[in-house]
């Protein structure tokens, strides 16, 4: 299932990559990119993230072309996993001020 909407871009952040041990497993996750938004909902400002995997070499070039505190069309795929909902970033797009 995929969604989009108009968003205001707050910059894009790399994270190493590490491990970490849960019961004596050993997990290991990859560098990836966190990528912050601002939505507003009924007046009121929420920062939101999402990671990018840093093998996603095309939305990363985007996201490095995006002028802070633009306004962008972000798109999403939903998946669903048990419980849990997770969104992936898709697509970004920057608009101008008179398309909002």
């Not at 939505?39 to 996603?56: A, L, P, Y």
Request: glycine share 8%; proline share 2%.
């Amino acid at each position: 299932m995929k969604t989009e909407g108009i968003f205001t871009f707050r910059g894009a952040e790399a994270k190493d990559g590490g491990e970490f041990e849960i019961d004596g497993k050993l997990i290991k996750y990859k560098p990836s990119t966190v990528v912050k938004f601002d939505e507003e909902v009924n007046g009121k400002v929420f920062e939101r993230t999402v990671k990018v995997s840093n093998d996603n070499v095309e939305l990363l070039t985007k996201l490095n072309q995006i002028k802070l505190y633009s306004p962008v069309m972000v798109s999403f795929d939903i998946n669903f996993y048990g419980s849990k909902i997770v969104l992936s970033l898709l697509d970004i797009v920057q608009l101008e001020e008179d398309e909002v």
